[in-house]
Structure formats: C-alpha cells, structure tokens
C-alpha cells in the first residue's frame, strides 16, 4: 500500500441528505448496511474532491438529484491509503484490483463479502484512517475519500464549513 497525508489546505465535500444534515460527521448512515470501503458497522464518511463528484456520488442512478445539503470539509489526516493511482502490481496486493468492484450485488443480492470490504480492514489494520481513491462512477472524474471515524488519530481534524451556523442543529424539523 501507499500511503499520504491529506494536508489541512484541501477541501472535501459530500451531498447529505437532507434530514441528515444535522449530523454531516456521524458516518452512521455508511455504518448502518456497508459501502464500498466498509463493512456494516463501521463508521465511514464518503468525501469527494469536487462539489460536482459529491454531488454526482449523491445521486447515483437516479434520473433527477434528489434534495440535498451540499456540505464542505477541511481535513488534516496524518495517514490515508493512497489510491489515486490505481492498481499498481508493485505496490498494491492483487485484491486492489477489485476496487471497482459492484460490491452492492456482492453484499445485497449474492449475499457475499464484497472484498472492498476486506479492502477496507486490511487498511484499518495498517494503522490507516481512511482511503483516497479515484471515483468507480463512469459518467465522472475526480477522486473520492473515505474517512473511518473510529480510525482517526489524536491528531487528525476534519471539520465542517459551516462558518454562519447554517446546517440545522438536530433533527426537530423533521419529527412530525
């Protein structure tokens, strides 16, 4: 594996859902069924480099974008797992190859372990806070992260923009 630092001058974003929006460092939601570079139970925040991308990961396959808080990340990570390369023989175990993996198929409907997610507990064991990597989206460039929260260090930050306290506090809007 590669590994880098995500210094404190980059920016990062992700497209929230709505209600939701309250809590944009919670990870809970990746947690509750899995993504791509984590297994259920493991608190993880999906970031893109580029409002666009964040914003093209958020509506998938949907024809139209369904509502969303577009929210902006400043990061200081000391050790994320640099992928934005792609796979490398020489520097990347033969499992990387299957990144781009349609790990929702695995994970939903085969009913398998994706091996993103043993991806993603061999870069947890390397003492690795997150994972850099190109998106896996054909109809987009950019580069996406992923951030395991439970990972992070007494020295890592990542923080939201927010600078007008414009993001609701909690969930009371949406309780009906």
Wanted: with cysteine; net charge negative; aromatic share 10%.
């Amino acid at each position: 594996m590669r590994f880098t630092r995500i210094a404190a001058d980059q920016s990062f974003y992700r497209a929230h859902t709505p209600r939701w929006a309250s809590q944009p460092l919670s990870g809970a939601g990746a947690a509750k069924v899995g993504g791509r570079l984590n297994r259920p139970g493991v608190h993880a925040l999906y970031l893109s480099d580029s409002p666009e991308l964040a914003i093209a990961e958020y509506q998938q396959d949907a024809v139209l974008l369904p509502p969303c808080t577009l929210t902006a990340y400043r990061l200081d990570l000391g050790r994320v797992v640099d992928h934005r390369h792609g796979y490398e023989p020489a520097h990347w175990s033969p499992l990387w190859q299957d990144l781009g993996c349609n790990w929702r198929g695995m994970a939903f409907l085969d009913r398998i372990e994706p091996p993103t997610w043993v991806l993603a507990d061999q870069v947890l064991a390397a003492g690795a806070c997150g994972v850099l990597y190109p998106t896996q989206r054909a109809d987009a460039h950019g580069l996406n992260l992923v951030v395991y929260l439970d990972a992070l260090t007494s020295t890592d930050r990542i923080a939201v923009h927010d600078p007008d306290d414009r993001l609701p506090r909690n969930l009371a809007s949406w309780e009906s």
